[in-house]
């Protein structure tokens, strides 16, 4: 038992450093643009099957080093192309789109590289590696390291970069910090190429350890209830709330899976949703929000609801319009 | 077209709440109606489309009332409509339900659900709603595969009303119709009654709500109930339809398009489900035909088009946020204005 428990622990830690920097990616973007991208997880897929398309023409490292190159300017994309025009939309518009750009993303991936589990060829050491006695795989550990050098990185960034500053003053309050001179698109657009470089190196380390496949964009779900866990806007809730995760889905979830019932391990993440958003709605770290007058993001969460009073349903639209005028 | 006096002539309560209240509104929805009546007679072989989009039809009024009227965002539609798809199942092959008795009591059944899962919304809003009716997503359907033994398939006998029994989609048709217009009836009567108008200032700011005396409570959970009471019927009316059902169908996949027809379709619209169905499942059918079409033209096309469909959905979806979050109803109100004023521009 208590080498069940003992592996589950190394196991659910490495696998979990994993889903803590993927979650990192959600909780930054989420904290400095107020997104909750449901895209993520095809993020993480692009990372891994574009790494695996490249490895084939070049080296491991320049193919790791392109793929996070692409990321950013996956990101940079988004962000210009889809984001902008939508700032201060409603949050319904907001979640429905960063859906719609998961259809687009998987959809233009299955087109390229179609829909079979693909592996990356032998680029680390083979066989077993044994922590104190316990049989892991090497690319457990070495997502593990990856991962926590990354997480170190992105915290140093954060701390004394002067980007990383604009951003974390944007993310403490978006007026304030527009006020003081930090532009809030450049903010923006870094947000999502970090979190896309995030879900990338995510996708890339897990796909070392499981290979890719279409199953790997549940990962993005997974990191959702890491960032709940943690709390949405804290970044270092995001990484407790990944290892966490991690841990419990490996330990609760594969004993469950071995002894009450089959097929609990994949739906862990969501119980622990449910429970922390009934019991602890912002999370262990997040900013418990305290509501009070309206923001000036979120005036509406409906689309077409803006102008209140009427809910739609009034019998001559055409004044409406006509009060909009056609900037729709 | 529907040329309005320039006053307001309504001379009775009766005129001023009929939802169609000019002549060429009854006139265009009396042609709808016997449009659709006669749709056997022109819809050919696509009358099993006419049935899919009657029935999401149905589905997404409730999910209408629910986000569009009430702005409780829900991403677990479709796990209501596995709930009332498998009740049926349930009630008519193991319990020898009729029809007609099993539909209500799958509805009820649902609302049940629906309200039960509305309890939390209290207290979870918006975005972290989103979220927990996404977990209820995933784990209403781990919870089908589990109790049917892992399978998560199972037949459903045929309708029976009487002593007619349904088998052929025509047949089906007209029983999908009456639900269709009956369930669009009630939603649209539903916003404008007291209920509708308390959904409204629930949506608008929920607290302004309270203090005006509503009890939110019994509305969000009330909200949930309907919108989950309509997706049972579907459920019910696609488990009849399909006589096969599996957990695939209600998958995470179908919730979203739920939200993407009522999006498209304009969400606070009472036509909007109904166009948002229309055009979405015309679009994928037409995908369908016209893939094949381009494919033996341009061969080289083939890698891209097994998922064309959601190519074109995600575009479609963006585009429409960007340029037109009010949906199609809002476009259709747009052009009208335009035909009323041409040639003036205002």
């Known amino acids: 038992m208590s080498e069940f428990l003992l592996s589950g622990l190394l196991n659910g830690l490495a696998v979990g450093s994993i889903y803590a920097l993927i979650a990192l990616g959600f909780a930054l973007l989420y904290k400095s643009t107020k997104i909750l991208n449901l895209a993520h997880g095809e993020l993480v897929l692009f990372g891994g099957y574009l790494a695996i398309a490249l490895t084939r023409a070049v080296p491991f490292p320049v193919a790791v080093v392109?793929?996070?190159?692409?990321?950013?300017?996956?990101?940079?994309?988004?962000?210009?192309?889809?984001?902008?025009?939508?700032?201060?939309?409603?949050?319904?518009?907001?979640?429905?789109?960063?859906?719609?750009?998961?259809?687009?993303?998987?959809?233009?991936?299955?087109?390229?590289?179609?829909?079979?589990?693909?592996?990356?060829?032998?680029?680390?050491?083979?066989?077993?590696?044994?922590?104190?006695?316990?049989?892991?795989?090497?690319?457990?550990?070495?997502?593990?390291?990856?991962?926590?050098?990354?997480?170190?990185?992105?915290?140093?960034?954060?701390?004394?970069?002067?980007?990383?500053?604009?951003?974390?003053?944007?993310?403490?309050?978006?007026?304030?910090?527009?006020?003081?001179?930090?532009?809030?698109?450049?903010?923006?657009?870094?947000?999502?190429?970090?979190?896309?470089?995030?879900?990338?190196?995510?996708?890339?380390?897990?796909?070392?350890?499981?290979?890719?496949?279409?199953?790997?964009?549940?990962?993005?779900?997974?990191?959702?209830?890491?960032?709940?866990?943690?709390?949405?806007?804290?970044?270092?809730?995001?990484?407790?709330?990944?290892?966490?995760?991690?841990?419990?889905?490996?330990?609760?979830?594969?004993?469950?899976?071995?002894?009450?019932?089959?097929?609990?391990?994949?739906?862990?993440?969501?119980?622990?949703?449910?429970?922390v958003l009934l019991v602890r709605p912002y999370g262990l770290f997040g900013t418990e929000h305290v509501e009070r007058g309206r923001s000036m993001w979120n005036d509406s969460e409906i689309p077409g609801t803006r102008d209140r009073g009427n809910g739609g349903t009034r019998k001559n639209p055409s004044d409406r319009v006509a009060y909009r005028g056609n900037a729709a | 077209m529907s040329v309005r006096p320039a006053g307001d002539f309504k001379t009775s309560y009766v005129q001023d709440m009929a939802i169609l209240d000019t002549r060429s509104y009854r006139l265009g929805f009396a042609v709808l109606v016997a449009g659709l009546l006669l749709a056997p007679w022109w819809a050919g072989r696509f009358i099993f489309l006419l049935n899919t989009i009657g029935i999401y039809a149905v589905g997404a009024c409730g999910l209408g009332l629910l986000t569009g009227f009430t702005g409780q965002i829900s991403l677990g539609h479709a796990a209501f409509m596995a709930i009332g798809a498998y009740s049926s199942a349930f009630l008519s092959q193991a319990l020898r339900f009729p029809f007609l008795i099993a539909l209500p009591v799958t509805s009820l059944i649902t609302f049940l659900f629906g309200v039960v899962v509305g309890l939390p919304s209290l207290r979870i809003k918006g975005l972290y709603l989103a979220i927990a009716t996404l977990a209820f997503q995933f784990l209403t359907e781990y919870a089908l595969?589990?109790?049917?033994?892992?399978?998560?398939?199972?037949?459903?006998?045929?309708?029976?009303?009487?002593?007619?029994?349904?088998?052929?989609?025509?047949?089906?048709?007209?029983?999908?119709?009456?639900?269709?217009?009956?369930?669009?009836?009630?939603?649209?009567?539903?916003?404008?009654?007291?209920?509708?108008?308390?959904?409204?200032?629930?949506?608008?700011?929920?607290?302004?709500?309270?203090?005006?005396?509503?009890?939110?409570?019994?509305?969000?959970?009330?909200?949930?109930?309907?919108?989950?009471?309509?997706?049972?019927?579907?459920?019910s009316l696609w488990a009849h339809y399909n006589r096969l059902i599996t957990t695939e169908q209600f998958n995470i996949g179908a919730s979203i398009d739920y939200v993407a027809m009522i999006v498209i379709g304009g969400l606070t619209s009472a036509w909007g489900p109904h166009l948002g169905s229309a055009f979405v499942w015309s679009l994928s059918q037409g995908l369908q035909i016209f893939t094949p079409a381009v494919l033996a033209v341009f061969p080289a096309f083939g890698k891209i088009a097994t998922p064309l469909r959601e190519i074109v959905f995600g575009v479609t979806l963006i585009a429409l946020l960007i340029w037109e979050p009010g949906g199609l109803a809002m476009l259709l109100r747009k052009l009208k204005r335009k035909l009323d004023l041409w040639p003036f521009a205002y």
Not at chain 1, 106 to 126: A, C, D, H, K, Y
Not at chain 1, 227 to 243: E, F, K, W
């Open chain 1, 66 to 275: 392109l793929t996070l190159l692409a990321a950013a300017v996956l990101g940079f994309t988004v962000e210009r192309v889809i984001m902008r025009p939508l700032f201060g939309q409603p949050l319904l518009s907001v979640i429905i789109v960063t859906l719609a750009l998961g259809y687009v993303v998987r959809g233009l991936m299955v087109g390229i590289w179609g829909g079979s589990t693909r592996n990356f060829p032998q680029v680390l050491p083979g066989g077993i590696v044994r922590v104190a006695g316990i049989p892991i795989q090497p690319a457990g550990v070495y997502s593990a390291v990856t991962a926590a050098c990354l997480l170190l990185g992105f915290w140093l960034f954060f701390r004394y970069s002067l980007v990383g500053i604009a951003m974390r003053a944007a993310a403490n309050d978006q007026l304030t910090a527009s006020t003081l001179g930090v532009s809030l698109r450049r903010v923006f657009a870094y947000a999502w190429a970090f979190a896309s470089i995030a879900g990338a190196v995510g996708g890339i380390l897990l796909g070392l350890w499981l290979g890719v496949n279409f199953a790997l964009g549940f990962v993005g779900l997974k990191a959702l209830a890491a960032v709940i866990l943690g709390g949405l806007d804290s970044i270092p809730g995001a990484i407790l709330g990944g290892v966490t995760i991690g841990i419990i889905e490996t330990i609760a979830g594969g004993y469950i899976d071995a002894n009450i019932i089959y097929g609990f391990k994949d739906i862990t993440a969501f119980v622990v949703i449910l429970l």
């Open chain 2, 145 to 235: 595969i589990h109790a049917t033994g892992g399978i998560g398939s199972t037949t459903v006998p045929p309708i029976v009303i009487g002593g007619w029994t349904v088998r052929t989609d025509r047949q089906f048709y007209y029983i999908v119709l009456v639900v269709w217009l009956a369930a669009g009836a009630f939603a649209a009567n539903l916003v404008r009654s007291r209920i509708g108008l308390a959904f409204m200032a629930v949506r608008d700011r929920d607290y302004a709500a309270q203090v005006l005396g509503l009890d939110l409570l019994y509305y969000k959970a009330l909200a949930f109930g309907i919108a989950a009471g309509y997706a049972g019927i579907a459920g």
